[in-house]
């Protein structure tokens, strides 16, 4: 594939709303997993909320989208100036000709949660201020994003669970390569609600403490919210003069299917390892040209097994990675959008984060886990994004200057 | 921009229509269409444990996907699919959200892997063992039109075949009292970059202004727009008529659209 260029990007989670905040944090290692208080839950478990979600006001005109979904997607697209960059993008390419691809697993369904509690005693019919279509329904934040935006083009959401927002990138790059559309934006959005919350506690796979990736006592994951966005459009001609350095590129995209278990991994990580092979393929890179690797790493066991197991194999002891899923909870249908952005800073800023939470390796996982932060130059890294139903996506990223 | 690709085989499932094709002469008009409520048959390539969890979109998803696979004398295994429908697993959404309105939240660990929008993709994908790409979209009631616009793209940039999955399954109520689908509904298109011997028509696609077309047949038309899969009847009907044609399918409020069908 041709490069694309993510010509401005943002991501408000747990750890910070912005670049900025969420730069400090990776930089100060501080997590945005607390006790979890949200709503009524009462499971003894950690999750990354994002403060004030529910104080964003959703413009009159588009009142029907209110709930807590699409506040947080609103709250992300203030951020970094992102929005002022779409209306740019609309008076240059036209909004016709910017497509919107967004990813969510859970969309707007805690609405519905919230409305089964109000149902008519008599009817058992749902209350009357219950809009499904612009709330529960997956397609949502995307169809919220293009009216906020006024866009006319193409629009979809990409709802595979946890790669999701990952997938959206291959979605976006498929339809600029057809000359449908010349920018889009990408991205996902992921709220906290019940479903997941006790969902994951079902399946004993919600640690009570912050989730602990690729550490020998880990014991499942810890849920968190975000909204990550990325505006994609083609690399400018003449590049070294165009572009700056530290632009950030998407370089490649792997995708697969375990064929295997709605919620377990293939045990060897064939799909895994079938989605990561494919990104450094379509990139035309050596794995030893990787300089880092944002892991899925969401501390259930199964997971950070296999996955350590398939990375280990491909890259060898050699390539830093970590899951910064310690910092902001697994944000689920946000996760790829999320670790993108955190991928595009460490790019950027040449910053390796750690891993946090983890105190003892797995000592079966032969790999270069970082739980400290490194500073160094960072040319091209790769991340990883699975999802039950067996998903996988892998994308790998660079900096304009070294690509 | 213009997006060609190759019809190569058509599964079809909903109510009154049982296959492709059967389905032709009602679509010509040369048989009458008379609704009857879909027979969903046993996901019979599926294990034991899956076939127990699997609900109407898996059973749905796995006869429109294997009759146009079967139709084009492909293997699944190799294809890459797009699946797109406007909801869920309806049935199983109804019993999650009333187990967390009551006193005991304790769902089950299959109802909570069978939440996910891609439910229907991964039981595909352990049926068939296709380890291949599986895109999942839902873009509410302009889901079949970009299901079929993410599917094209690929087949035009990828240059590959694919399967595209477009279907809808109903909502229990209260759900069913806003959001009224009343009946599983599913086509099932084999796309391919060139032109094969196996090639049914070839079809070209275009964005467009122009409002969606309507279906002659009042109850075929009634169909069309309440199943949001079932907007892409208005292609079918083309081919079922067995002539060259034109179709504007419908898409989103902004766009649509605009099909050139070439038959073979």
């Known amino acids: 594939m041709n490069p694309l260029w993510l010509s401005h990007f943002t991501a408000t989670s747990s750890i910070g709303r912005g670049l900025d905040q969420t730069l400090a944090a990776l930089c100060q290692r501080r997590t945005g997993l607390a006790p979890c208080t949200f709503d009524t839950v009462d499971l003894a478990t950690v999750v990354g909320e994002v403060a004030g979600v529910d104080e964003v006001r959703i413009p009159a005109h588009l009142a029907e989208f209110d709930c807590r979904n699409n506040r947080l997607a609103l709250l992300g697209l203030m951020q970094d100036g992102f929005a002022e960059a779409v209306h740019a993008a609309i008076k240059k390419f036209g909004a016709q000709r910017i497509g919107v691809f967004l990813g969510t697993s859970t969309s707007g369904i805690l609405q519905t949660e919230l409305a089964y509690r109000r149902r008519n005693h008599a009817t058992g019919a749902l209350p009357v201020d219950f809009i499904y279509g612009a709330t529960h329904n997956t397609f949502s934040v995307a169809d919220f994003t293009r009216h906020y935006f006024g866009l006319t083009g193409p629009a979809v959401v990409v709802s595979s669970a946890c790669s999701s927002s990952a997938k959206v990138f291959s979605s976006a790059q498929r339809m600029m390569a057809a000359g449908l559309i010349d920018a889009a934006i990408v991205g996902g959005v992921d709220s906290l609600c019940l479903t997941t919350l006790y969902g994951f506690n079902s399946l004993g796979l919600l640690s009570e403490q912050a989730c602990r990736p690729y550490d020998a006592q880990r014991n499942g994951l810890s849920i968190g919210e975000a909204a990550a966005f990325a505006l994609l459009e083609s690399v400018p001609e003449h590049p070294r003069e165009n572009l700056s350095n530290d632009a950030v590129l998407l370089l490649g995209i792997g995708e697969s299917s375990d064929a295997y278990h709605m919620s377990s991994p293939h045990p060897d990580g064939l799909g ?11 990139s035309g890179l050596r794995p030893s040209e990787i300089d880092y690797i944002n892991l899925h790493g969401t501390a259930t066991q199964n997971n950070d097994a296999v996955e350590g197991k398939v990375v280990s194999a491909l890259f060898g002891q050699a390539t830093p990675c970590s899951s910064t899923k310690g910092a902001t909870g ?35 996982l032969d790999l270069d886990y970082l739980l400290d932060n490194r500073e160094q130059p960072v040319a091209r890294v790769l991340s990883n994004s699975f999802g039950f139903g067996g998903t996988n996506c892998s994308l790998i990223f660079g900096r304009a200057g070294s690509a | ?86 909801g869920g ?58 299901g079929l616009l993410e599917a094209l793209t690929q087949v035009v940039v990828d240059n590959t075949r694919i399967v595209l999955l477009a ?59 309440s199943i949001p899969a079932a907007r892409g009847l208005p292609l079918l009907h083309t081919i079922a008529m067995q002539q060259d044609g034109h179709v504007v399918l419908d898409y989103l409020d902004s766009t649509r659209l605009a099909m050139a069908i070439t038959l073979y």
């Open chain 2, 89 to 146: 697993d309806g049935e199983n959404c109804h019993a999650i959200c009333e187990m967390l309105a009551s006193d005991d939240r304790q769902i089950s660990p299959t109802r909570f892997h069978n939440s996910v929008h891609n439910t229907a993709s991964g039981y595909w994908s352990i049926a068939t063992g296709a380890m291949t790409a599986s895109s999942v979209l839902c873009a509410f009631d302009a889901s079949f039109g970009a």
């Open chain 2, 167 to 225: 279907c809808d399954t109903p909502y229990p109520e209260p759900l069913y009292k806003v959001r009224s689908i009343p009946d599983a509904f599913g086509i099932a298109l084999v796309l391919a970059p060139e032109r094969s011997a196996k090639a049914l028509a070839k079809i070209t696609a275009n964005l467009t202004d122009a409002s969606a077309d309507r279906l002659a047949d009042t109850a075929l038309e009634s169909l069309r727009l």
């Open chain 2, 1 to 86: 921009m213009t997006l060609t690709a190759y019809i190569e085989g058509i599964g079809l499932l909903g109510p009154g229509l049982t296959d492709w094709p059967s389905s032709q002469s009602i679509l010509s008009g040369q048989q009458p269409y008379q609704p009857s409520k879909t027979i969903l048959p046993s996901p019979v390539l599926l294990p034991a444990a899956e076939r127990r969890r699997s609900g109407a979109i898996v059973k749905l998803t796995l006869a429109t996907g294997l009759e146009a696979i079967a139709a084009a004398r492909l293997d699944a295994i190799s294809l890459p699919s797009v699946f797109s429908a406007s």
């Open chain 1, 272 to 282: 895994s390892r079938m989605a990561m092979q494919d990104a450094l393929k379509m």
């Open chain 1, 330 to 364: 697994h944000t689920l249908g946000a996760a790829g959008g999320l670790e993108a952005v955190i991928c595009a800073l460490a790019l950027q800023h040449g910053l390796l984060p750690a891993g946090l939470n983890t105190q003892n390796l797995d000592p079966a």
